[in-house]
């Protein structure tokens, strides 16, 4: 698999650690600009459970990788592109400014109705000084799901945002949820999104030049609306169902994608379910064992 870690290693020549960061920014969608209490899937963290301020960051890192690392500053919680853009100039140029341990580059999740002119300005500007990739959290292309979950913006808002990111040289990674809920018909109880529905999203963002996808299983976390309102609900009954599914995503994702995550990485306090998601080593090595047993690869059913 092309998997991130590895591109960043041949890139700058070393390893390369992502510090989540949190930014001090909210979310247009837990002020009232166009919603309140945030996607339904998300904490009051902004699903930021692991991002902490910089100097916190860097020791627990340097603390865990004592070997020189290098780093991009990843501004993970809530939505960093979301306030005045000299606001996020300078918090953004502060960052690029430590040079120990070295900081190489900027991660910044944001929600695509969140960029403006002056932000894509800004970006562009950024992008030309330093490596940068912007983080779209999608999570599914179907619009009933998105609204079941408040996301709050339609499928096509995130397309224009990738088209305009794109055309300024921009890298873009799309964040995807796979086991988000949705309504059932008729009786409007919470059921997953199918299989098909979910290959359909990973398949909608690959036919786009992106430079990344992130994919995870939905987590039930406390202090979610999820968790108050459908506190049984299971994305996935095992991780082998689990598993099965991501061995095709990554079969239908084009080998010149980067792959971001492929699972979940809640702290263990937040977590509700699926209690098996906190198994990470063991989900990825079963998705390795599971494309070695069939000889497959990240990309080989792309049409």
Excluded at 40 to 54: D, V
Excluded at 94 to 102: H, M, N, Q, V
Excluded at 265 to 275: G, H, K, N, V, W
Excluded at 292 to 301: E, L, T, V
């Amino acid at each position: 698999m092309n998997k991130i870690g590895a591109f960043l290693k041949k890139e700058f020549g070393s390893r390369v650690v992502k510090l989540p960061l949190d930014g001090g920014f909210t979310c247009p969608n837990r002020d009232g600009t166009k919603g309140i209490g945030g996607c339904l899937f998300c904490s009051s963290t902004g699903s930021g459970e692991f991002a902490s301020n910089i100097t916190e960051s860097i020791k627990l890192f340097s603390d865990k990788w004592p070997d020189g690392s290098k780093y991009i500053a990843y501004f993970q919680s809530h939505t960093n592109t979301y306030a005045p853009v000299e606001q996020l100039e300078s918090k953004f140029r502060a960052t690029l400014s430590i040079k120990d341990p070295e900081i190489v580059g900027l991660a910044i999740a944001t929600r695509p109705d969140c960029l403006t002119d002056e932000v894509y300005s800004l970006l562009e500007r950024l992008n030309k000084e330093t490596f940068m990739w912007v983080e779209l959290g999608l999570q599914t292309i179907h619009d009933d799901t998105a609204d079941f979950v408040n996301r709050c913006y339609k499928t096509d808002v995130y397309d224009e945002a990738v088209a305009a990111l794109t055309s300024r040289g921009i890298r873009v990674v799309t964040h995807l949820i796979l086991g988000l809920p949705k309504a059932a018909e008729g009786t409007g109880d919470a059921v997953s999104e199918s299989r098909e529905e979910m290959l359909a999203s990973v398949e909608h963002v690959c036919k786009a030049p992106v430079f990344g996808i992130k994919l995870h299983m939905l987590n039930v976390v406390r202090g979610s609306t999820l968790a108050e309102i459908c506190p049984n609900y299971v994305p996935f009954e095992s991780i082998e169902q689990y598993v099965d599914l991501v061995v095709e995503c990554v079969r239908k994702i084009p080998n010149n994608i980067t792959i971001h995550r492929l699972n979940a990485d809640t702290a263990r306090p937040f977590l509700i379910s699926p209690e098996w998601s906190m198994k990470k080593r063991t989900i990825l090595n079963a998705i390795e064992k599971k494309l070695a047993s069939m000889d497959a690869k990240q990309g080989d059913m792309v049409e």
